[in-house]
């Protein structure tokens, strides 16, 4: 099942999602990221991702319309903006949308780095739960 994650600058959530989705799911799913915008990869997430051993520091942050061409069976839209503003997509391609707080907004008032890293952390874990429950949930998601 090709899986799309998207977020509005392919940053932070939906590179989790998919770094989560590549280690946990690569059997069952092929996943993907992209945003509605490229704002580079946020080093925290990095950082949050490589404390339980997912690697995502090679991932490149890059708009969905440099994915025309590839289809998708189900593109899940894991913040509002993304939500909002998500492109349609061609064909049988299902788009979902399962939300998760940003990081990088709860930590703006952090006032150390561990203070921060723990609003990521808690993201992080977050879409783990729900990355195993793919790709079953999916069949009970609503659209």
Not at 12 to 40: H, N, P, T
Request: charged share 25%.
């Amino acid at each position: 099942m090709k899986i799309l994650f998207l977020c509005t600058g392919n940053s932070c959530r939906s590179q989790m999602a998919e770094g989560w989705a590549r280690v946990l799911k690569s059997d069952s799913i092929d996943a993907c990221s992209a945003g509605v915008e490229a704002r580079g990869l946020d080093s925290r997430a990095v950082q949050a991702m490589t404390e339980v051993s997912v690697d995502i520091s090679e991932h490149q942050s890059k708009r969905v319309d440099e994915l025309s061409g590839l289809t998708f069976d189900v593109v899940i839209t894991v913040c509002d903006n993304a939500r909002e503003f998500c492109p349609v997509f061609p064909g049988k391609t299902r788009v979902i949308h399962v939300g998760f707080e940003d990081p990088p907004y709860l930590a703006r008032f952090a006032t150390t780095e561990e203070e921060a890293m723990e609003h990521y952390r808690h993201v992080r874990d977050q879409i783990k739960a729900f990355v195993e429950t793919l790709p079953d949930s999916l069949s009970i998601q609503g659209g």
